[in-house]
């Protein structure tokens, strides 16, 4: 009778140990567990940590309540200036509701993939690429409030949702990156022209002060040649100063220009006039009359200082004509034309 009684009671305990490793499940901290009842839900969800079901009546579901990070597979695009673009992206995502995301849904990751999928597409028709490719976070709030409204009925929530990479045809490269060329240039040749004003400005500056001291070109000069010589060159090219040039010139005895004749002229007429008149007693005596000067009337002017008289032309055949030819007869004076009305 013992025997017996001792038989049932290992055999209770097998059975109980048995249940118990049936029943027994753990539920880690970062998940929840969702129990079913003869298919039917359970009011309360199973917080982390040791908790019983009933083995064969009871089916618990844990689901995973960290951020998931979901890559979306790259979509290709018409946006709305007509360039074939292709995108992808990321999907943060996070399940707030552990019973709605078993029980609403068949299979949340798949379906927030695909809504991802179908947001993306959506949002690259309603874009430029211009916006694609500066105004990236726009578009990725616009992605996160479409993927977000649905997403909340499944007990998830979208975290934030990022445009990775945007590829673009090798022709839209080529004419983007010509584009980017042709306006860094012309930024390039307004700063130089902007440049060149500034610097004509004070060259200007710098020549009205040396125009007021000829010496500070020379010095110029000087000090051109001394940063020149710096550089330790084979050859060194010394221009020659202009008044050096001009001192040349005065002393090479070349003829006066007519401007220069009609100067000195002037300038004799001037001292002439301001000269005093000589006396008749100094004219008898033999003093000569300066050239240019005016003899008043009444004076006595000897023969000797007179002025000579211009020799005689020898009479003769005109120019341009043989001896024992005749002349070319002389054409007779046209009578003048009065003008007509």
């Not at 991802?116 to 949002?123: E, F, H, N, P, V």
């Not at 050096?244 to 220009?257: M, N, V, W």
Request: net charge negative; hydrophobic share 45%; glycine share 6%.
């Amino acid at each position: 009778m013992v025997e017996e009684l001792v038989a049932a009671g290992v055999a209770l305990g097998c059975a109980g140990v048995v249940y118990f490793m049936a029943a027994a499940r753990v539920v880690k901290q970062y998940e929840r567990g969702v129990v079913l009842r003869l298919g039917r839900l359970t009011s309360a969800v199973r917080e982390p940590g040791f908790t019983m079901i009933i083995p064969g009546i009871d089916r618990m579901r844990k689901v995973n309540m960290q951020i998931v990070t979901m890559p979306v597979p790259a979509q290709e695009g018409i946006t709305r200036d007509n360039v074939t673009v292709r995108v992808d992206a990321v999907v943060y995502f996070k399940v707030v509701d552990a019973a709605d995301a078993v029980v609403r849904v068949e299979d949340y990751r798949f379906a927030v993939s695909q809504m991802a999928q179908t947001s993306l597409r959506s949002i690259i028709g309603k874009s430029e690429l211009d916006d694609l490719l500066s105004n990236r976070e726009k578009l990725n709030q616009g992605l996160e409030l479409m993927m977000d409204s649905p997403a909340i009925g499944w007990g998830v929530t979208v975290d934030r949702v990022e445009i990775k990479d945007v590829s673009l045809p090798e022709t839209m490269k080529r004419s983007m990156a010509r584009q980017a060329e042709a306006t860094r240039d012309r930024r390039a040749r307004v700063i130089n022209a902007d440049a060149e004003l500034q610097a004509s400005k004070k060259l200007a500056e710098a020549a009205a002060a040396m125009s007021d001291q000829p010496a500070a070109l020379q010095l110029r000069l000087l000090q051109t040649v001394v940063a020149v010589a710096a550089e330790k060159n084979s050859t060194l090219v010394l221009p020659f100063p202009v008044e050096l040039l001009r001192f040349l010139e005065r002393s090479g005895g070349q003829a006066p220009t007519p401007t220069e004749r009609a100067e000195a002229e002037a300038a004799r007429e001037r001292v002439a006039r301001s000269a005093p008149v000589p006396e008749e007693s100094a004219v008898s005596q033999g003093s000569a009359v300066p050239q240019g000067s005016v003899v008043p009337e009444g004076s006595v002017v000897p023969e000797e200082l007179a002025a000579p008289e211009e020799p005689a032309v020898p009479e003769g055949p005109p120019l341009g004509t043989r001896a024992g030819e005749e002349p070319p007869p002389v054409l007779e004076e046209l009578p003048k034309v009065e003008n007509l009305p």
